[in-house]
């Protein structure tokens, strides 16, 4: 099982920008299909971005022009770059480890809280 320990999340203003962490362990993150999801309270958990293991990237999400997903392969981290926060970014954030094909179960870890306010 894929071990994922999120970082960076924090109460800003709008307009700011955040960059999310993810350190993965026990398997090379370039071995691995990476996603960042995202839950806003009270609602349901949405897919952002992924990248899979040759570093093609794909978004999922409105606005995703705000989004930035990378990885640096040195750490074995997995981040998650937020542009012109709005109140609406405001959600615990997941990332989230699947097999190379990005097929089968994910593993999570246990999130990182943003909050933007206006």
């Known amino acids: 099982q894929v071990r994922l320990v999120e970082s960076g999340g924090d109460s800003v203003q709008a307009g700011g920008s955040l960059t999310l962490s993810c350190l993965v362990s026990?398997?090379?993150?370039?071995?691995?299909?990476m996603y960042w999801f995202r839950q806003p309270p009270g609602m349901e958990r949405e897919r952002v971005a992924l990248?899979?293991?040759?570093?093609?990237?794909s978004y999922f999400i409105d606005d995703k022009d705000r989004f930035t997903i990378s990885r640096d392969n040195t750490k074995n981290t997995l981040y998650l770059r937020i542009h012109n926060l709005k109140p609406e970014d405001t959600a615990t954030y997941y990332c989230?480890?699947?097999?190379?094909?990005?097929?089968?179960?994910?593993?999570w870890g246990r999130g990182t809280e943003v909050t933007v306010s206006s």
């Open positions: 990248l899979n293991s040759i570093g093609d990237k």
């Open positions: 026990r398997f090379r993150i370039d071995d691995l299909c």
């Open positions: 989230a480890a699947r097999g190379m094909h990005c097929t089968g179960d994910y593993d």
